[in-house]
């Protein structure tokens, strides 16, 4: 596969992006091995160790889908994660900043009388 960069890149981040390809091919061989062994012989199923593979292999691909890509798209990565995962953070800091806002308005409001 190392081959395919040799012409348009060969520098260090795409070789380390081949890299993680290949551990992802093995981890997804892996988790859907668990998979098929859980859903064939439910009773001798290790459906835990199956379902961490398959998180394991979920947090790659994410990882790998942000490697390696241009700005904008670090930037929808950056936007997914601030809203999958902190999404509370994200709604309690533009409360704050709501209020702080309507704060100004009223104080500016107020200093806009007073010299009147």
Do not use: C, W
Request: charged residues 25%; glycine residues 6%.
């Amino acid at each position: 596969m190392r081959k395919r960069l040799d012409g348009p890149r060969s520098d260090s981040q795409a070789h380390a992006v081949l890299d993680q390809v290949e551990i992802v091919k093995i981890k997804t061989a892996t988790a859907f091995g668990k998979i098929d062994k859980a859903l064939l012989d439910p009773a001798r199923a290790d459906v835990p160790s199956a379902k961490e593979a398959v998180r394991a292999l979920r947090d790659d691909v994410r990882l790998l889908a942000g490697a390696g890509d241009l700005p904008a798209r670090n930037v929808a990565n950056l936007g997914l994660l601030l809203y999958a995962d902190h999404l509370l953070a994200v709604e309690l800091a533009g409360t704050l900043l709501l209020i702080a806002t309507i704060g100004a308005v009223a104080i500016a409001h107020r200093k806009g009388r007073a010299s009147s």
